[in-house]
């Protein structure tokens, strides 16, 4: 991998019809007159990845999906495997949001798996972790981090095939976010356990996000934290303008 390029994914959880591709065109447009320091990321439901797909065709956009299943094919009504998403022209799937973990009652074992999935597809995995409010009261963040992170990355996870995205629970949709030390203990924390499992080398050169409501009010401040390598974007990755806005804390600081 070359030098590390923060990365900015948009999450649209379950939001978007059809209609909702404007803002994607909307983005391919600003970015066009604007082009981002920070490499972006869109994540739509599967229902528009295909759309999505066209309408990025030629822009530097990267799709990527919110989950899929471990096996490539079979009788698994509902699920989308990651071969499929591949072909549907996602990059990258999401993997083990907390989301998932908590309505799907999702493992570190199967994120596991879905990471593996992603790889065996082609696709990058972003895994997800945090800590929920009860663990960082009760003290514990870091040991739930470092528990996740054990359980969740493959063996052959590379920074090339993985990106990880530490979200602390309670600040998922609620307008809270830690402080700029919080978020900076925790990045150092995960960059050194990923050194333990991975190599000082691919700890060095994988991406880090940061994910939990982050808004165009806080995103310089949430991104220049040390080890904070981009973000992972919900609500505010679903207007163009506030996306944008977002990615803008990267210009206006004049650094990647
Ligand atoms: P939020 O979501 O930005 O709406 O807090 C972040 C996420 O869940 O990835």
Redesign the pocket.
């Known amino acids: 991998m070359a030098a590390k390029r923060p990365l900015v994914a948009g999450?649209w959880?379950m939001n978007g019809l059809g209609a909702a591709l404007s803002e994607l065109r909307a983005l391919r447009e600003r970015l066009a007159q604007d082009p981002p320091v920070p490499e972006i990321m869109v994540c739509p439901p599967a229902t528009l990845l295909t759309r999505a797909h066209d309408l990025l065709a030629g822009s530097t956009i990267l799709l990527g999906a919110q989950d899929c299943h471990p096996l490539p094919a079979g009788p698994h009504t509902g699920d989308l495997s990651a071969e499929m998403l591949a072909d549907s022209g996602a990059g990258a799937v999401i993997v083990g949001?907390?989301?998932r973990r908590q309505d799907h009652g999702e493992t570190d074992a199967v994120v596991n798996a879905k990471a593996r999935a992603a790889f065996r597809a082609g696709l990058t995995a972003i895994i997800?972790i945090g800590e929920t409010e009860q663990e960082r009261r009760a003290g514990t963040t870091l040991e739930i981090v470092r528990r996740q992170l054990e359980g969740s990355l493959p063996q052959d996870a590379r920074a090339a095939n993985v990106v990880i995205?530490y979200?602390p629970v309670w600040?998922?949709?609620?307008g809270l976010t830690p402080t700029q030390a919080d978020v900076a203990a925790a990045h150092r924390f995960i960059r050194g356990e990923l050194g333990r499992l991975l190599g000082k080398e691919e700890s060095r050169d994988l991406r880090i996000l940061y994910?939990?409501?982050?808004k165009p009010a806080n995103a310089a401040e949430l991104l220049s934290v040390p080890d904070v390598d981009g973000a992972?974007?919900?609500?505010?990755?679903l207007k163009a303008s506030d996306f944008f806005a977002i990615l803008s804390a990267y210009s206006r600081r004049g650094a990647g």
């Open positions: 999450n959880k949001h907390s989301e997800c995205a979200e600040a998922i949709g609620t994910g939990g409501s982050v992972l974007v919900g609500g505010a990755s």
